[in-house]
């Protein structure tokens, strides 16, 4: 399996601040990544497919970079409804896997 | 628009076998190229892929699962379903079914869970 691994698990940022978390791979998988956002009690939401892909309906604030190991998903300007925890997924090979979650946190 | 919803029994007991069912409403889950998917969640922990199904009856499972696995489509109805037998308390968890649409680009296919159902409870104790 695919192990992915999310940097830092949780961080504590203020409304305005710019973010990015980090998402890694255990093997290379191309631009086979996607980023979701949960909030508590609810189901994620898909925020990027394919590494940078912006899915319709997602604030442009958020934006997403990478190829091979290494992705970022990066939030320009943090607004309030943005704080929840996010989850990089692999499409590259089965069994999908995610990696353990980035919890957003209000300073 | 397509929306997705899980449904079944919140509480199974241990050694038997949790069975789930997702409806699809607002089209066809034999409309496009689609696999429909579950993915579980324990409490206060992260996603695991379960497994998948096309409308053909083509399934991929987690390994880690698959001897217990068994994820069925019955088209007619619109709902696929979700069988895993001989649970124990480590099973409960958040249920979601989910889409898995794919994304053509550079003769290969991007997957990705584009609709999510809100999940149901599902709870392994005597």
């Known amino acids: 399996d695919i192990q992915m691994t999310q940097s830092p698990s949780s961080l504590s940022a203020s409304v305005g601040d710019r973010v990015a978390i980090s998402c890694r791979a255990s093997q290379s998988i191309s631009g086979y990544l996607n980023w979701y956002q949960q909030k508590p009690g609810k189901a994620p939401k898909l925020l990027i497919y394919a590494a940078s892909g912006l899915q319709s309906g997602v604030p442009s604030r958020f934006s997403g970079s990478g190829s091979g190991t290494d992705f970022t998903l990066t939030i320009s300007s943090l607004q309030p409804e943005d704080f929840a925890t996010y989850y990089c997924q692999q499409s590259y090979s089965t069994p999908w896997t995610f990696g353990q979650g980035t919890k957003v946190e209000i300073k | 628009q397509v929306q997705l919803q899980e449904s079944g029994p919140g509480l199974v007991k241990p050694s038997q076998t949790l069975s789930l069912t997702c409806t699809v409403s607002g089209g066809s889950i034999s409309s496009a190229s689609y696999y429909w998917t579950w993915i579980r969640q324990p409490a206060g922990k992260g996603l695991e892929w379960i497994g998948r199904?096309?409308?053909?009856?083509?399934?991929n499972y987690n390994p880690s699962l698959k001897s217990r696995v068994t994820i069925s489509v019955d088209t007619s109805k619109n709902q696929f379903s979700l069988k895993l037998s001989s649970v124990t308390a480590a099973d409960t968890a958040v249920y979601y079914c989910?889409?898995?649409?794919?994304?053509?680009?550079?003769?290969?296919?991007?997957?990705?869970?584009?609709?999510w159902g809100r999940g149901t409870l599902v709870t392994v104790s005597s």
């Open positions: 989910a889409r898995d649409r794919p994304l053509t680009g550079d003769s290969t296919l991007y997957w990705y869970f584009d609709l």
């Open positions: 199904v096309y409308t053909s009856g083509s399934t």
